[in-house]
């Protein structure tokens, strides 16, 4: 469905302002789904994205600078987050003993499982976003973004 449609509009939009909407409602509609298919396991796509980071991790403990670097969502509070994985015991806290003033995370067993239920889930989502794109439109797709975002 065209811009102009979505926005009931005969207004002549040009085409940036029209890449522009339409990537806000790419967005919101990805945001959206995503949601929709974390919530039945009770975690926010923000911690979903903690959960993910911490596994990339294998054994190895994430600081906070780590975790808010990787984060998709940069405006999160991850110690926040953090904290409210902590009360789900999806991922502890540990000292650092290089640095006992450092605070280091890692993902638990239950994280972990939590994941491996949730992974089959993410993967469906993914290609059924994507099914109506080839996958040479969606490698042009990912080069314009990549392109648009520097």
Same mark, same amino acid.
């Given at each position: 469905?065209?811009v102009?449609?979505?926005l ?6 040009? $085409?940036?302002? #029209? !890449? ?5 409602l ?8 995503m ?7 009770? $975690? ?14 294998? #054994?190895?403990p ?23 994985l902590?009360?789900?015991?999806? !991922?502890?806290? +540990? $000292? +650092?003993?290089?640095?006992?003033? #450092?605070?280091? $995370? ?10 491996? #239920? ?6 469906? *989502? ?11 439109? *969606? ?12």
């Amino acid at each position: 469905m065209k811009v102009e449609d979505i926005l009931k509009t005969k207004a002549t939009l040009s $085409v940036k302002k #029209k !890449v522009l909407i339409n990537l806000q409602l790419a967005s919101a509609k990805a945001s959206s789904e995503m949601l929709s298919t974390l919530k039945p396991f009770d $975690v926010s796509a923000q911690q979903f994205n903690v959960l993910r980071i911490l596994r990339g991790q294998g #054994k190895k403990p994430a600081n906070l600078n780590t975790i808010q670097e990787r984060m998709v969502n940069k405006m999160s509070n991850t110690t926040r987050l953090i904290d409210k994985l902590i009360d789900k015991k999806l !991922v502890e806290r +540990c $000292v +650092c003993e290089e640095n006992r003033r #450092k605070i280091e $995370v890692n993902i638990t067993k239950q994280g972990l499982q939590l994941l491996e #239920k949730i992974d089959p889930e993410i993967k469906n *989502l993914e290609e059924n976003s994507t099914n109506n794109l080839s996958e040479k439109e *969606l490698e042009q797709l990912n080069t314009l973004l990549e392109k648009l975002r520097s």
